[in-house]
């Protein structure tokens, strides 16, 4: 099993929609969450972390379950550049390495 | 905010030599450095922790005489793939730990072995 597991996708979405995106971990001793994301044959950029409480970056909302050991990602409004892959991203107990997930495709089409 | 660059970002190369890619961290101090690497549609993998002035912690399955690390100063870490052979072609990452713990990445090297 993988460690950090996401649906790959893709979602395709028209713009203006809200989509959201999953991912669970297996590891109970992950410390820090995090939604990255990625452009084709880029490096992937930091979007939020991700808190029990939940946080809200202007259009993106992010939540952790500790419990259930799942993340959760919303997008509203979704724009022609919300196009992209989002890795959900965990650290391992001693907050040094970070585990990616597969990634899930989001296209947002006019 | 922080930048970490790469080079090369393109490299092609025959099968047999080896090829060295650097990672600096160009305004800020990076005691620690990690190297990734990402296949087509799969996730970034972690090769490698690379520390400073110490050797490099290799992450299981990944092999050390292969994947030569060195971390000679604060800002530049550098990754020698040794006798490189056509399955080592792969999107190569580094990132950068600056001190609050977030990690910079640079914009990767993209390896194609003959």
């Known amino acids: 099993r993988k460690e950090v597991e996401q649906d790959p996708g893709p979602f395709n979405v028209p713009e203006g929609a809200t989509v959201a995106f999953n991912c669970t971990y297996s590891n109970s001793a992950s410390q820090s969450f995090f939604w990255y994301r990625q452009d084709c044959r880029k490096e992937p950029k930091l979007l939020m972390s991700?808190?029990?409480s939940g946080n809200e970056d202007g259009r993106f909302t992010a939540q952790l379950n500790r419990a259930s050991q799942y993340i959760s990602l919303l997008i509203r409004d979704s724009k022609l550049s919300d196009s992209a892959t989002y890795l959900c991203?965990?650290?391992?107990?001693?907050?040094?390495?970070?585990?990616f997930g597969a990634g899930t495709i989001l296209r947002v089409k006019s | 905010g922080a930048v970490v660059s790469q080079h090369p970002s393109r490299v092609i190369c025959k099968s047999g030599t080896s090829v060295k890619i650097e990672c600096r961290s160009l305004d800020f101090q990076a005691t620690t450095m990690f190297w990734y690497r990402q296949f087509p549609k799969q996730s970034l993998m972690l090769m490698a922790t690379?520390?400073?002035?110490?050797?490099?912690?290799?992450e299981q399955g990944v092999e050390k005489d292969k994947f030569l690390i060195n971390h000679a100063s604060l800002t530049l870490s550098t990754l020698t793939v040794t006798s490189a052979h056509p399955e080592d072609s792969s999107f190569y990452i580094c990132?950068?730990?600056?001190?609050?713990?977030?990690?910079?990445f640079g914009p990767g090297t993209r390896l194609t072995v003959l």
């Open positions: 690379s520390n400073e002035g110490s050797k490099a912690t290799y």
């Open positions: 991700v808190y029990s």
């Open positions: 990132s950068a730990r600056a001190i609050s713990d977030t990690q910079y």
């Open positions: 991203v965990v650290t391992r107990r001693d907050g040094n390495k970070l585990v």
